[in-house]
């Protein structure tokens, strides 16, 4: 791996609280440059690691790198990086203008060179004039745009980013998950973002870890966390997701000819000898809808559906399995599908490279 490719390293950092292990060996490696998101629920352990990575906690185990550098021991204020809180944690007695000059001001610059980068900080984050507004007179996106600035001022080499646009309402939420992506590119350094929402990872992020209870599960580009998920829990938590269970019925070179019970045989190309146990992934939007049978589909009816503007979502319940199947299926002009009420019969077909074989644990 270049020094790029370890730009920041996380080898085998364990932390615990009492009895609860919030962070279990986690252990990957951050690219230079690289907007990279720590995903999972509440209580799964990133925002303490990203404390461990800001150095606000210490690790029990492990060591964390910077350049190569060991800096696992080393306080916050001599880490190359700088952390924006969800609070957003800007002065309420000071105006914009001091907020984001606070970091500065220890490098004892003088009035025209600090003015100058100030004004530079406010360009950036799109602010100009709003110098000698107070705090309370800003909204909660323009406070953090200013707790930004104040963080980037000082160029660090790590911006740490602990949900930094969950008290925010959808719309400006949405808009500022485009300005802070824009932002990164912008200025060209690392970003570590937490985030408990899937979508805001996928749409912002080079590539995502995936936490759960203290572990890392998986990291990877958001297509493929979407697309090969390497577990359940990775694929359960990233969008929606049926499951069915399987059984490798015959060998066929190098492809599996695969039992999936009601949902019929399929051959599909994985590894196990026959007999095996298999456990299989299909994304709602996979899946069409048709009124009439195909020599592949499966029957079912429509138990209960959503209609959410751009798609509908459907609940289709199949004889003989326990959980609905749940359908996306997409409203467009240029591909008119046939909307269907609760009780209609339906068939539902996939095409076999639609399916994703997990791992059966």
Not at 15 to 21: A, E, I, P, S
Not at 98 to 106: C, S, T
Request: proline share 4%; charged share 25%.
């Amino acid at each position: 791996m270049s020094n790029d490719e370890a730009f920041l390293r996380i080898d085998r950092v364990s932390k615990r609280f009492g009895t609860v292990q919030a962070v279990d060996a986690a252990d990957f490696a951050i690219r230079r440059g690289e907007f990279f998101s720590l995903l999972g629920p509440s209580g799964c352990g990133k925002t303490t690691l990203l404390r461990i990575i800001a150095g606000l906690d210490f690790p029990d185990t492990g060591e964390i790198y910077f350049e190569g550098v060991r800096v696992t021991d080393e306080p916050a204020n001599r880490r190359p990086s700088n952390m924006v809180f969800q609070s957003y944690a800007i002065f309420p007695h000071l105006n914009v203008f001091d907020n984001i000059a606070y970091g500065l001001r220890k490098a004892h610059l003088d009035k025209s060179a600090l003015r100058r980068h100030v004004e530079d900080a406010l360009a950036m984050i799109k602010l100009e004039g709003f110098e000698r507004r107070r705090a309370d007179e800003l909204s909660g996106g323009q406070r953090q745009r200013v707790a930004l600035a104040r963080a980037l001022i000082v160029k660090p080499k790590v911006l740490l980013l602990d949900e930094p646009l969950g008290a925010l309402d959808r719309r400006l939420r949405e808009a500022m998950q485009l300005e802070l992506r824009a932002l990164q590119k912008s200025v060209g350094i690392t970003f570590v973002f937490v985030t408990h929402d899937q979508e805001e990872a996928l749409s912002m992020s080079d590539r995502v870890a995936v936490m759960s209870a203290g572990c890392v599960l998986q990291v990877a580009a958001p297509r493929v966390l979407y697309e090969a998920p390497n577990c359940r829990e990775v694929a359960d938590f990233i969008g929606q997701m049926n499951f069915f269970t399987g059984k490798i019925i015959a060998r066929e070179g190098a492809l599996a000819r695969v039992e999936l019970g009601l949902l019929g045989q399929t051959s599909l190309a994985i590894d196990g000898p026959a007999g095996s146990d298999i456990l299989v992934a299909l994304r709602p939007e996979k899946i069409i809808l048709s009124p009439d049978a195909r020599a592949t589909s499966v029957k079912g009816s429509v138990a209960a559906l959503a209609y959410l503007g751009e798609r509908t979502h459907y609940s289709i319940a199949i004889a003989g399995l326990h959980e609905p199947v749940f359908v996306a299926d997409q409203n467009s002009e240029k591909r008119p599908t046939r909307s269907y009420t609760a009780g209609d019969e339906v068939f539902l077909s996939w095409s076999p490279d639609a399916l994703v074989v997990l791992p059966n644990d």
